[in-house]
């Protein structure tokens, strides 16, 4: 099996005062391949103390089962005989309470469209491959997160 690695640096900015809650969720994550991405908490969550320019964590989440089911699909898609030429997705994540004082990403929508070079599979086809997709997903079979494909 392979290990997967992110680093997260966070650091404490002139004005900030954590003991009152009043400080940045401003971060940032770097990937292994050396990308280096701004990241901070979400402002749903923390409000004026996020950085609405910045990736937060549930964007994330919703991206990487994207990016995962994507990949999967374009794998499972060649098996099956068929040529993807574009993909595009617009994924959302809903998050919702799961317990007392505990929130979570419940659900998460994909919008996949998708373009072909030859043959397209019918609808029946497309959703087997889509379900595929879904139970061959690394990410998909990591989290407890209900994915869908619209």
């Keep these: 099996m392979a290990t997967h690695t992110a680093d997260i640096r966070w650091t404490l900015k002139d004005g900030d005062d954590v003991a009152k809650g009043r400080f940045s969720r401003g971060h940032e994550v770097r990937f292994?391949?050396?990308v280096t991405v701004p990241a901070s908490a979400s402002p749903h969550v923390v409000g004026k103390w996020?950085?609405?320019?910045a990736v937060d964590p549930e964007e994330m989440l919703v991206a990487a089962l994207s990016s995962?089911?994507?990949l999967s699909f374009?794998?499972?898609?060649?098996?099956a005989g068929f040529a993807v030429a574009a993909?595009?997705?617009h994924a959302?994540?809903?998050t919702g309470d799961i317990a007392p004082g505990r929130v979570a990403v419940t659900k998460v929508v994909l919008h996949p469209r998708i373009e072909w070079t030859g043959s397209?599979?019918?609808k029946e086809k497309l959703e087997h491959l889509h379900h595929q997709a879904?139970?061959?997903?690394?990410i998909a079979n990591s989290v407890t997160t209900q994915v869908t494909v619209e």
Excluded: K
């Excluded at 996020?50 to 320019?53: P, Q, Y």
């Design 50 to 53: 996020a950085v609405e320019a």
């Design 92 to 94: 959302e994540g809903v």
């Design 68 to 70: 995962c089911h994507m």
């Design 87 to 89: 993909y595009a997705d």
């Design 74 to 79: 374009l794998h499972v898609a060649r098996l």
């Design 120 to 122: 397209a599979p019918d």
């Design 32 to 34: 292994d391949g050396g």
């Design 134 to 138: 879904h139970d061959i997903c690394f």
